[in-house]
């Protein structure tokens, strides 16, 4: 047992008064923060079992993760309920949403309702923004986070040194999507709302997670995370079926959205490319900083959903014969049969 989770067992000891529980690994998490699944010999404010988060204080802050579950819950979404915390030194008592994860139940028979109700659960949220209650999901951030895709994916993962001009269409690419994304209509951005964060329950689906870096910022965000995740992968128009399925009532409720469906596509295309590039920069950070190479496996598919939306739009092709250089591609000629 190392010392923080000693320090955590001294805690939960102090919290809870009963001290023959046991602790099991829930999950591990991209960042530096751990959960762990408390098994209780009795009940704690009604729960059997409950989930200690530790976020060491020197690299994550607690605070975040409690302001927007009190954000979510208030908006009457299943967010975990803050039970019991020690800011200072980095642990949260939390209530267990279970460990059925979205990913695992997902099948051609189970998605429809599944989407469903993730895309309900996403509308509450949305319609319960307010402006200045969470940070800005601005310009800088937005580029900071495509900076990860050079500075990772293409100089550490690739081992590739940009001319200047590949330095231009990179630059000028995400001049382009900021520009879409920054004029989309604003609201509430969960930022990982994926398969992964997202547990089946009983009551109110989905169990919502891993909501820390939530911000204020483009509307299509949380949808192309959920429909084009990174851990799984559905034919193109499975995902606009469920896009329209979200656009129509989202737009009934009165949600800052184009009026018109092939425009609201586009920007969610456009957001995704947002998406995507960054995530190839994470994936690759992960690997060659953390030590964490599970994440390699996923980038194919992360690549695809790159590659097919800089193929459809013209502003986007620049970037796609970047790719085709990074990865030696040659680029399609005429039909092959």
């Known amino acids: 047992m190392d010392s923080r989770q000693q320090q955590l067992n001294a805690w939960l000891n102090l919290t809870l008064k009963q001290a023959d529980f046991t602790l099991t690994i829930a999950s591990a998490d991209a960042s530096f923060r751990r959960y762990f699944r408390v098994h209780l010999p009795g009940e704690y404010l009604g729960y059997k079992t409950l989930i200690a988060m530790d976020a060491p204080p020197s690299q994550e802050d607690c605070r975040p993760f409690v302001k927007v579950a009190k954000l979510l819950s208030d908006a009457g979404l299943n967010a975990p309920q803050v039970l ?160 329209v399925r979200y656009w129509q009532p989202a737009k009934k409720a009165g949600l800052p959205i184009a009026d018109d469906f092939s425009e609201f596509y586009r920007d969610f295309e456009w957001m995704g490319a947002q998406r995507h590039i960054k995530i190839l920069g994470i994936f690759a950070r992960l690997n060659h900083r953390d030590g964490k190479d599970g994440y390699l496996k996923d980038m194919p598919l992360v690549m695809t959903y790159l590659r097919k939306v800089c193929e459809r739009y013209v502003e986007l092709r620049p970037m796609l014969r970047l790719l085709n250089q990074l990865e030696h591609v040659k680029p399609q000629e005429g039909y092959t049969f």
């Open 84 to 243: 019991a915390q020690d800011l200072q030194n980095g642990f949260l008592l939390l209530s267990d949403l279970g460990d059925d994860t979205y990913l695992a139940a997902l099948n051609s028979d189970t998605a429809l309702k599944l989407y469903g109700d993730a895309t309900n659960a996403l509308i509450k949220m949305q319609l319960a923004s307010k402006p200045q209650v969470l940070p800005a999901y601005d310009e800088a951030l937005l580029s900071r986070e495509m900076q990860l895709f050079p500075d990772w994916y293409v100089a550490k993962h690739l081992n590739v040194t940009l001319n200047n001009e590949q330095q231009n269409v990179l630059k000028n690419t995400f001049d382009i999507l900021n520009k879409n994304i920054l004029a989309q209509g604003q609201v509430y951005v969960h930022r990982d709302y994926h398969s992964r964060n997202l547990m089946i329950t009983q009551e109110n689906n989905p169990g919502i997670l891993d909501f820390q870096d939530a911000v204020y910022g483009a509307i299509s965000y949380d949808l192309v995370s959920l429909l084009k995740d990174a851990y799984i992968s559905w034919d193109e128009e499975q995902i606009i079926d469920w896009a």
